[in-house]
């Protein structure tokens, strides 16, 4: 198939004979990545898309994780379908709750769908992993936003400040916004 593509200028018999490969074989990563790269090429995302689903199906673990993160993103950043987006990284967070690549790219999603409810429960989940106290207190404070200017609920937010406090007693920031909430 390569050497059709490249070799010979055939990209057509190329396809078709790659297709054939994943009707035989549909995990077949090679054939995948060859077909991937030429619907890419003819700019058809959807198409190379529905490839890399079907590679999903007959993968497993890891490396099934890491290619509907991928396809997640595909869809996100370069189609804009951000139901589709949703999906996969959903479906990432069904088999691993803690995958953290997955929990980074729903929140995203619900950041620019304003469902600011989810979106909290997400942003918990990404503290529960966070390694740093810098991570923990970036995302302390944007639960904090939340609860500030989408929610309005002070009592909540205070809360969240307090830990944040809790980890750096020394934020300005935090404790300014502290006070505005008390």
């Keep these: 198939a390569a050497i059709l593509a490249v070799k010979m200028g055939n990209p057509g018999a190329a396809r078709d004979l790659l297709e054939g490969v994943l009707t035989e074989d549909p995990g077949h990563a090679a054939a995948v990545e060859g077909l991937v790269r030429l619907y890419k090429a003819n700019d058809d995302t959807l198409r ?4 890399l689903e079907g590679r999903v199906e007959a993968i497993s673990g890891e490396e099934r994780h890491a290619l509907l993160c991928e396809i997640a993103e595909t869809y996100e950043q370069e189609l804009d379908k951000l139901a ?7 479906l990432v967070l069904k088999e691993n709750p803690k995958h ?14 304003g469902r600011y409810a989810e979106l909290v429960d997400v942003l918990r989940e990404e ?10 207190i970036a995302l302390y404070e944007r639960i904090a936003g939340v609860y500030d200017e989408e929610f309005i ?5 205070a809360e969240t400040l307090e830990t944040v406090l809790g980890l750096d007693p020394h934020r300005a920031s935090a404790g300014t916004d502290l006070a505005r909430h008390y």
């Design 100 to 113: 953290l690549d997955a929990l980074r790219g729903l929140d995203r999603i619900l950041t620019r769908g």
């Design 153 to 157: 609920d002070h009592k909540q937010a």
């Design 127 to 136: 503290v529960d992993l966070a390694v740093t106290a810098r991570q923990k």
């Design 48 to 51: 190379a898309l529905r490839v």
């Design 84 to 90: 589709d987006a949703e999906r996969s990284y959903r």
